[in-house]
């Protein structure tokens, strides 16, 4: 009944080569984050950048929900790639949503932790854009999937605990100096460095996902 239907939707749509160029925005979004954090004079540039590779990560988005909707053969199911994909995004929106608070607060000066932390980020998001060729073969690849998976979430509980002690270590000093400010300032900022942490974990486990149902 519904053939002459079927022949008229795409066979097939480059869905590893989106997720590709999705983290290749987000490590050039968090690589320009980690340098945010280390900026002398230049954020703008850098918060520019960021927002710059958000659109980017968007327009893939967009790319791959007109892309699942209208292609007849998917390599995984439909709400896999879209709970993959979702995921991803979620981690450059919190890199941006960082990236404006910055801006917004016009923090000039981070925390050794905050810049541990970025770092962090830059690996766990080098770990994802290793991950997603490995997707075009997730029988094959499915160990070294799971093990890059599982040191993503190792990484967020190493950016939990530098997280507490930059948080312990800023009310410290700024229950010293009286500057209550800054410290709801620099609060700010942790929380968004933690919460791009987090979103990075659930990519981890939308792969891992990925990997029991297909490996």
């Known amino acids: 009944m519904f053939g002459w239907?079927?022949?008229?939707l795409p066979k097939?749509?480059?869905?590893?080569g989106?997720?590709?160029?999705?983290?290749?925005?987000?490590?050039?979004?968090?690589?320009a984050l980690a340098r945010l954090t280390r900026a002398?004079?230049?954020?703008?540039?850098?918060?520019?950048?960021?927002?710059?590779?958000?659109h980017a990560a968007d327009d893939v988005i967009r790319e791959v929900l007109f892309t699942v909707r209208r292609t007849f053969l998917t390599p995984f199911d439909r709400g896999a790639i879209t709970s993959l994909i979702g995921a991803m995004d979620d981690t450059i929106d919190e890199m941006q949503a960082a990236a404006s608070a910055i801006e917004l607060y016009e923090v000039v000066g981070?925390?050794?932790e905050m810049q541990a932390m970025a770092d962090k980020i830059v690996e766990a998001v080098g770990l994802i854009a290793e991950a997603m060729p490995l997707l075009r073969d997730i029988e094959r690849n499915g160990g070294r999937l799971h093990a890059l998976t599982e040191?993503?979430?190792?990484?967020?509980?190493?950016v939990d605990l530098i997280h507490q002690a930059g948080l312990k270590a800023n009310f410290e000093r700024h229950r010293a100096d009286g500057d209550h400010i800054a410290f709801i300032v620099s609060r700010e900022i942790f929380k968004h460095l933690e919460k791009i942490a987090d979103a990075f974990e659930?990519?981890?486990?939308?792969?891992?996902?990925?990997?029991?149902?297909h490996a």
């Open 5 to 8: 239907f079927q022949r008229l």
């Open 12 to 16: 097939s749509g480059d869905f590893f």
């Open 18 to 31: 989106m997720f590709e160029r999705h983290a290749a925005a987000c490590v050039d979004a968090a690589d």
């Open 40 to 54: 002398q004079g230049d954020a703008a540039q850098w918060v520019g950048r960021i927002r710059d590779r958000e």
């Open 110 to 112: 981070f925390e050794a």
């Open 151 to 158: 040191r993503i979430v190792k990484l967020e509980g190493e």
């Open 202 to 213: 659930d990519v981890a486990n939308e792969i891992d996902a990925l990997v029991i149902d």
